[in-house]
């Protein structure tokens, strides 16, 4: 293992990572199991931070809003974290709902989306003072779409003005062996000059036949219905083995689930799961159709290990799901950034 100082590699941890927006950590248990050193995460969220603490419990996870912190405030924090002139890389996937396809009212100028330029005007500031080698960027496909394709462009030219290759990618999870259909934008920029191999991603999906349903899924206990006031210990196989209790008729007639709205899609056994991001009341139904998924199954199907947990309410628990990236695939990207700076 090896950490990057001044572009420069001397023997101990890899280079150190700061994680802007970071939710439940999907992004950031890629990087870990990459062996990157997860030294600061920041979100909005109280239960994305309880999650990100309970399995991240050597990093530093705070609670703020970066809006209101703003640029200032994350130097400062930086300042109690990281040594000056430390190397770090940047990873976060900015809220994406402005951008979302999924959104049918979104505009350029819904105020979520200057987050994705804040978290450029953050990675500016912080390269003053600390060696960043390495950022990466996450967001769904509408931010490149006509109406967003402002803010894009305004993304990409910054990162190039600041001294870093940039590397556009569109990457679908099914690739890195999630058994889920979830493309998204993935913008990565490489220090000008700490290049060792040519930074090449594609090559990393050796994945012939994609993973379904069944393969992450099948066979597990039927999951405990949530009930208010529920206790941990009631939650028997996972803590996030629970689900919505079905009371819609159509659970009990099968037929009726045609498929033609979001909030009662059925996934099939043989296929991938279609991208999971969930509204309150619109969980996927279980290939069998008698109930919605549980957190936990939806969890496996973004690529989560067993072992890790989500924290919060049930509601908190489906955001903090659907908003995740598939460790897998961040793992992937995390080991693709690390051929190509260390060699």
């Known amino acids: 293992m090896f950490t990057i100082t001044s572009g420069k590699f001397i023997e101990g941890k890899f280079v150190q ?13 890629g990087f870990h199991q990459s062996g990157f050193d997860l030294k600061l995460a920041i979100d909005w969220s109280e239960a994305a931070i309880n999650t990100h603490k309970h399995n991240f419990p050597e990093s530093t996870a705070l609670q703020r809003d970066l809006l209101e ?18 190397a770090i890389g940047i990873i976060g996937g900015p809220p994406c709902q402005g951008f979302s396809r999924g959104n049918r009212n979104s505009c350029a100028d819904d105020p979520r989306n200057k987050l994705a330029t804040l978290y450029i005007d ?19 496909l509408g931010i490149k779409d006509r109406k967003h394709i402002h803010t894009y462009i305004k993304i990409i030219t910054q990162l190039k003005e600041m001294g870093f290759d940039v590397y556009e990618n569109e990457l679908n999870a099914v690739d890195f062996g999630v058994a889920q259909e979830r493309k998204r934008v993935i913008i990565i920029a490489i220090k000008k000059g700490i290049s060792i191999n040519e930074f090449n991603l594609t090559s990393t999906h050796n994945f012939t036949k994609p993973k379904t349903v069944r393969d992450v899924i099948y066979g597990l206990p039927e999951p405990v219905f949530y009930q208010r006031k529920i206790l941990g210990s009631q939650i028997k196989y996972h803590p996030n083995h629970w689900t919505m209790h079905p009371k819609s008729r ?26 999971i991001a969930y509204g309150n009341r619109e969980i996927y139904v279980h290939p069998e159709k008698t109930r919605r998924l549980s957190i936990f199954e939806s969890m496996l199907l973004q690529g989560f290990p067993k072992h890790f947990v989500l924290k919060g309410n049930f509601s908190q628990q489906v955001t903090q799901i659907s908003n995740a990236v598939p460790p897998p695939m961040a793992r992937e990207i995390a080991n693709s950034i690390m051929k190509t700076i260390r060699g």
């Open 17 to 29: 990572l700061l994680s802007l927006f970071c939710g439940a950590g999907g992004l950031d248990l």
């Open 69 to 86: 912190l703003g640029v200032a405030g994350v130097i400062e924090l930086c300042k109690e974290h990281f040594s000056n002139g430390e």
């Open 122 to 140: 953050f990675i500016s500031e912080i390269q003053k003072i600390f060696c960043v080698n390495f950022i990466v960027f996450e967001n769904v």
């Open 250 to 275: 159509k659970f009990k007639t099968p037929e009726l689930f045609l498929n033609k709205t979001r909030s009662f899609r059925v996934i099939h056994w043989d296929k991938p799961s279609p991208t």
